[in-house]
């Protein structure tokens, strides 16, 4: 798991609940599921119209990209490639098939299958830069449907601010008011300040509906967004260090010059690790 993931969500959530009780408040009094599902259901029932149901219901297995941790792996495939090139060399690129069983990745394995067959290189190229261009834009569609749902939350949350408002008006000064000040003008019993109370305590639940927005909008939907987008930059920059790898081995360079054109993709970090790692290793 992502632990970035679940300690901002959870430092939020305590962030909101730290204040509420801070000031003698209950949470309570932010309980209101009426208000709840307008803000939710509004959301969701705008999402449902802006995108088709096939985009929405991809949402829910990318999410889960958010919250699984990820590791750069690049010097394992270095390896990989070093030792294929190694191979091509030495025989010839049809001899790559017998390794394709051994590739995990599946952009990999088919952009290794393609240059074995695939003589221009940049007819290669073009092909695997295709590829990666169409993951880019289905990628960006699911980001796109939590940036639009942090848009969506908060303009619901007004909604429902102005809806309760309405509301409260016209049940304080129609039939309810009204009539106890006619009632009133007479019997000397109206008491304004039980009705500027129930007044204020119905502004209150109107306002809930921003807060729900606001919070779902700013804590979940925005923040999801952004860290799907921060994998996939991740997982298009690890594609185009296979691509450099593939055209390598098109090329059919040499080991050495295959692993130090792939180590400019190497954060210099993880080049550092992984240079400690070796020393060890020379010095056992």
Known sequence: MDIATLFGLATGIALVVYSITAKGGSAEYFWNLPALLLVLGGTLAATFVNYPLKNILSVFKVLKNAFRSTRGGYQKIIDQFTDLSSKARKQNLMSLEGELSKIEDRFMRAGIELAISEKDQDRLRNYLNLELSNMEKRHTIGQEIFFYMGTYAPAFGMVG?????????????GGGLGAEIGAAASSFEFDIATKMKELLSGMGLALLTTFYGLVLANLLFIPLGGKLKRRSDEEIMMKEFMIEGIICLHNRDHP???????NTFVPSSE?????IKKDKQKKK
């Open 161 to 173: 601010t102005i809806v309760g408002l309405i509301v409260m008006m016209k049940n304080f000064t």
């Open 256 to 262: 050495m010059i295959v692993r130090e054109k792939l």
């Open 271 to 275: 080049r550092k690790a992984e240079d």
